[in-house]
């Protein structure tokens, strides 16, 4: 059972940047593509990013497009979201999740869905003031 860690949370006024980390338990983290959903109150969970054991498969959602970054550190099993111009909107608990096989399904839009993915975290909330 993989197991995830989120960090990286807490407060920021808008305009402001934040950098979220997630650790996986295992290596075997390394041949698994890595996302991020984030949840605001009352709003379904919602895909942020994703990225594919080499770095060579990045996605993001539209809305964070130019603002946020992902990349990981296989050594330390470790994916990053790096967030910058922040706004309030971008309020919510940001949860990694892992995708450990990912089909032709996963590589034509299924990154974007909640259902594709095998191991999540426990989130870690970021709040942006206006």
């Known amino acids: 059972q993989v197991q995830l860690v989120e960090s990286g949370g807490g407060l920021v006024q808008a305009g402001g940047s934040l950098r979220l980390s997630c650790t996986a338990s295992?290596?075997?983290?390394?041949?698994?593509?890595m996302a991020w959903f984030r949840q605001a109150p009352g709003k379904e969970r919602e895909f942020v990013a994703t990225?594919?054991?080499?770095?060579?498969?990045?996605y993001f959602t539209d809305s964070v497009k130019g603002r946020f970054t992902i990349s990981r550190d296989s050594a330390k099993n470790t994916v990053y979201l790096q967030m910058n111009s922040l706004k309030p909107e971008d309020t919510a608990v940001y949860s990694c999740?892992?995708?450990?096989?990912?089909?032709?399904?996963?590589?034509?839009?299924?990154?974007?869905?909640?259902?594709?993915?095998?191991?999540w975290g426990q989130g870690t909330q970021v709040t942006v003031s206006s």
């Open positions: 990225i594919n054991w080499d770095s060579g498969n990045i």
């Open positions: 999740a892992a995708k450990t096989r990912p089909g032709y399904a996963f590589y034509t839009g299924g990154y974007a869905s909640i259902r594709e993915y095998d191991y």
């Open positions: 295992e290596r075997a983290f390394n041949s698994y593509f």
